[in-house]
């Protein structure tokens, strides 16, 4: 299997602090921002180790607010969702 | 069109399809199933589309759907079916959508009988439906007057963005008259770009919708639509006198009752009785404005209805006090006849 | 790099009133998705239902028409007959579709109506403050229901998947759900195929999507996930129960 990296990039200011996407990382790179509300009042998420992301994109297809955007780099060939 | 013998129900279906219907939703209830029915063989035909709904209150949300997206959709029914609809018709009349609605009354309330009846004017005028909203309500009182009505239904109802009721019951449905159906005057109408038929890709979505939960915006929705119930009242309120110069009583009536007021009437004439009468053809606009111009010799305002007395309320707001306002009815699906209209007047005036 | 998600251009810019972790979120991306996949956004129509999704019309980027509760497979009836070339769907919740609405999506199978229907099952009246619906598992406690759902007095949960498939004009009837990765990535081939169908013309599709209700459960929306995936599922499996290529 190719192996893949990627980046992610969420909208902290639109994020509800749900955690469906800290559950949906299979590498568990994702946490609540210690000591941090938005500007909504919640608690957002952020990516802890950025460079152990494999662009699988699961947070982003968890996430019921769309706020998280997942860029891929790897030889396979992927359908994007958009 | 040549001059035919018809039946007011299929009249009615046929004018609807000259006055421009493109698809008819329906369930069916007694006595108005002549309309279906007849649409059912002609409206596709004329390349629309006939569809039987599994019960009223789909079949109005079905005219709901279809005027959403720029359809001429219509429905019929009967008292008991139309109460089952009110909600759409709340809906129908928030949302803007234009569509032609018929009740041919019959014996309430609950399911009644199948006999004629006026029963419904509350539920023509005052809605029924939620909140406040208005929608035109026309009364025909022959099988001619009703095509006509009909015929310019569809364009009435675009030409405001807004339901439009003909009110027709067991009696003008099932009679068979003469029908000498005219050409169709078209109005000059607005483009329907309000529509939800998908944006192509070239504006923004069309939403068509009922609620606003900010309750500033929602008054301002109300007063909107008072605004244009105000226009409508103003330019579309029709009625027509019967002998009322010089009348002493003035009889109120509409539809099948209007035609028997009018016997009485002439009744009463043969033995030199001033009676007159005011034949409502909007239920709503209601015309008050005829209750205004009557002349000083009217003493007496008689009221009758098939019914225990509904349009008597708003002939007493017309009158506003000025004139003695007294009501005859009959119900249950009874259709008074001239006789007992005469009595009632000699009765009134204190004559034998 | 290539950008593999992103916010759909099927959905508006708003952000949603929905409660964090509700998955109606994640359900109205997966339709966005699939509209934006099939080159169908431009000319579909949305018939949005009363529930917590009675504001739908503002997040998906398409015509849309509010219709009153239960009554959508109606209104949408009145658009597909008026306009077949179109795509139209329905969205609604258990409420909408499993209670009020019963006749009106039975009916609409019935005819072989070429709609789509999302129906959102997730056991409880969410908008009204967590009510009991017809989905309501046994025993499951909600405000109407305090001591749990009792099903000697109100009958046993409503599976809709089960009862929808037997009507001939129900083309394709699908249960999914959206608890995992693994389940949305099923939801959204169910959806696709729910469209695909009704651009073949073939009848009435319907994917029922099991779902969460955080606030209505009173559970965080990770916990509500694993309550889906332990409580829900049993008693309605996942799977297609119709399906044309069966037929």
């Not at chain 1, 639109?14 to 946490?31: N, S």
């Not at chain 3, 009204?128 to 309501?136: D, F, S």
Request: aromatic letters at 6%; one cysteine or more.
């Amino acid at each position: 299997m190719a192996e893949l990296r990627g980046t992610v990039d969420i909208e902290t200011d639109r994020c509800k602090g749900c955690g469906l996407c800290t559950v949906a990382c299979p590498v568990k790179i994702i946490i609540f921002k210690a000591n941090s509300v938005n500007v909504k009042g919640y608690q957002p998420v952020t990516i802890q180790d950025p460079a152990s992301c494999t662009g699988c994109g699961n947070c982003a297809l968890m996430c019921p607010d769309s706020v998280i955007t997942v860029e891929r780099s790897s030889r396979k060939k992927e359908t994007a969702h958009v | 069109m040549s001059r035919t013998l018809m039946k007011g129900n299929e009249a009615l279906a046929l004018a609807a399809i000259k006055g421009g219907c493109t698809h008819f939703f329906g369930y069916p209830i007694t006595p108005q199933n002549e309309i279906p029915e007849f649409l059912a063989r002609e409206l596709p035909k004329a390349g629309g589309v006939f569809l039987q709904a599994e019960s009223e209150l789909a079949a109005i949300n079905m005219v709901y759907g279809a005027a959403a997206t720029g359809a001429r959709a219509m429905t019929t029914s009967s008292s008991p079916g139309i109460a089952l609809m009110q909600e759409g018709m709340s809906m129908l009349a928030a949302a803007e959508l234009p569509c032609v609605i018929v009740n041919v009354q019959r014996g309430g309330p609950g399911i009644g009988s199948i006999q004629p009846s006026q029963a419904d004017y509350y539920q023509m005028t005052r809605g029924g439906g939620n909140g406040d909203y208005r929608i035109i309500s026309l009364a025909p009182s022959t099988v001619q007057e009703g095509a006509e009505m009909m015929l310019g239904a569809f364009d009435l109802a675009d030409f405001y963005r807004t339901p439009v009721f003909i009110v027709s019951d067991g009696m003008l449905g099932q009679m068979m008259e003469p029908l000498d159906l005219p050409e169709k005057i078209s109005r000059n109408l607005p483009a329907k770009d309000w529509t939800a038929v998908g944006h192509g890709g070239l504006r923004k979505p069309n939403t068509i919708k009922t609620l606003a939960l900010d309750p500033v915006r929602l008054e301002q929705i109300n007063n909107r639509l008072q605004d244009k119930f105000a226009r409508i009242a103003e330019a579309e309120c029709r009625y027509e006198t019967y002998k009322t110069e010089g009348a002493e009583i003035i009889l109120c009536a509409y539809g099948s009752t209007a035609r028997i007021a009018r016997n009485c009437i002439d009744l009463l004439r043969e033995e030199n009785i001033g009676a007159g009468m005011i034949r409502p053809q909007t239920l709503w606009p209601f015309p008050n404005r005829a209750f205004r111009n009557l002349t000083d010799s009217c003493r007496q305002i008689l009221c009758v209805e098939m019914s225990c007395g509904q349009m008597v309320d708003d002939v007493r707001l017309a009158i506003n006090g000025r004139i003695p306002v007294s009501f005859y009815g009959r119900s249950g699906g009874i259709i008074p006849v001239p006789e007992e209209l005469v009595r009632q007047v000699k009765l009134i005036l204190g004559r034998k | 790099m290539t950008v593999i998600f992103t916010k759909s251009k099927g959905l508006t810019e708003l952000e949603t009133h929905y409660c964090p972790g509700c998955t109606h979120g994640i359900i109205h991306k997966l339709v966005a998705e699939s509209l934006v996949e099939l080159d169908l956004l431009n000319d579909t129509i949305g018939c949005a239902a009363v529930g917590c999704s009675i504001l739908s019309y503002n997040y998906f980027n398409i015509d849309m028409i509010e219709s009153a509760h239960g009554r959508a497979p109606a209104v949408a009836t009145g658009v597909k007959r008026v306009h077949p070339e179109k795509t139209v769907f329905t969205y609604q919740g258990d409420g909408d579709l499993a209670s009020i609405g019963t006749a009106e999506i039975v009916h609409a199978a019935h005819r072989g109506e070429k709609i789509t229907t999302i129906f959102v099952n997730n056991a409880i009246y969410g908008m009204t403050g967590g009510q009991m619906a017809p989905t309501t598992l046994a025993n499951q406690k909600t405000t109407t229901a305090p001591n749990g759902r009792d099903v000697k007095h109100c009958g046993m949960p409503l599976k809709v998947s089960e009862m929808l498939a037997q009507i001939p004009g129900a083309a394709y009837v699908a249960r999914v759900s959206v608890h995992s990765p693994k389940a949305v990535r099923q939801a959204k081939k169910a959806i696709k195929k729910g469209f695909e169908y009704q651009m073949a013309g073939i009848g009435l599709s319907l994917i029922e999507v099991l779902s969460t209700c955080p606030t209505g459960w009173g559970l965080s929306p990770i916990d509500a996930l694993l309550w889906l995936e332990e409580n829900m599922i049993p008693y309605y499996p996942l799977g297609v129960y119709k399906s044309p290529e069966e037929a």
